[in-house]
């Protein structure tokens, strides 16, 4: 255990990012257990109205589940994004930054993610079913790019916009 110590104290921004990673499992679980509760049950009955607004495409229901797969994704993403923040402010930064602060910030990048989250399995769906991938499947694996493109987005802003530890008095003079 001595050594697990050391490694985290000498690689303390990898051991960042790993912890952020593995933290970002209780958004990940979240956002899939609300993906499926949506798809499956809360707006089921959507799955076979098309569903076209702005950039969202949803109109091809074979493969993108239409206005379930809208609502599913937009629902799933915004739950999962609301439980992050908690979890990286308070357990992967540590960050002192005020809520006040911080959370306007979040919001604005979860605003983004949202938008990317509920754009893409339109797109992504119909590709995955044209590669012959399962329409049962598709949704999942259209989760599983959003998540990838949320890490990319999320893991430097929080870091350095969002969620930095701020100077206190304490810090300055060590």
């Known amino acids: 255990m001595n050594a697990v110590k050391r490694w985290r104290r ?16 209780c958004a990940t679980i979240t956002n899939f257990a609300v993906m499926w509760l949506c798809t499956g049950f809360v707006f089921a009955s959507f799955s076979d ?21 809208f609502l599913s994704f937009l629902v799933a993403t915004a739950i999962a994004q609301t439980v992050n923040f908690f979890v990286q402010k308070n357990l ?9 602060k911080a959370a306007p910030k979040y919001i604005l990048l979860a605003v ?19 590669w012959g991938i399962p329409r049962s499947f598709a949704p999942t694996l259209a989760n599983i790019l959003n998540i990838l ?15 930095p530890r701020e100077k206190n008095i304490a810090d300055a003079a060590s």
């Open 10 to 25: 000498e690689h303390p921004e990898l051991w960042e990012f790993i912890l952020f990673n593995v933290l970002s499992n």
């Open 49 to 69: 109205r098309p569903f076209r607004f702005f950039i969202f495409n949803y109109t091809d229901v074979g493969s993108d589940l239409g206005l379930c797969g």
């Open 92 to 100: 992967v930064f540590k960050s002192n930054v005020q809520f006040s």
């Open 112 to 130: 983004v993610v949202v938008v990317i989250s509920a754009a893409l399995p339109a797109y992504s769906q119909a590709l995955f079913v044209g």
């Open 149 to 163: 493109i949320q890490v990319a987005m999320s893991y430097p802003a929080m870091k350095f916009w969002i969620m």
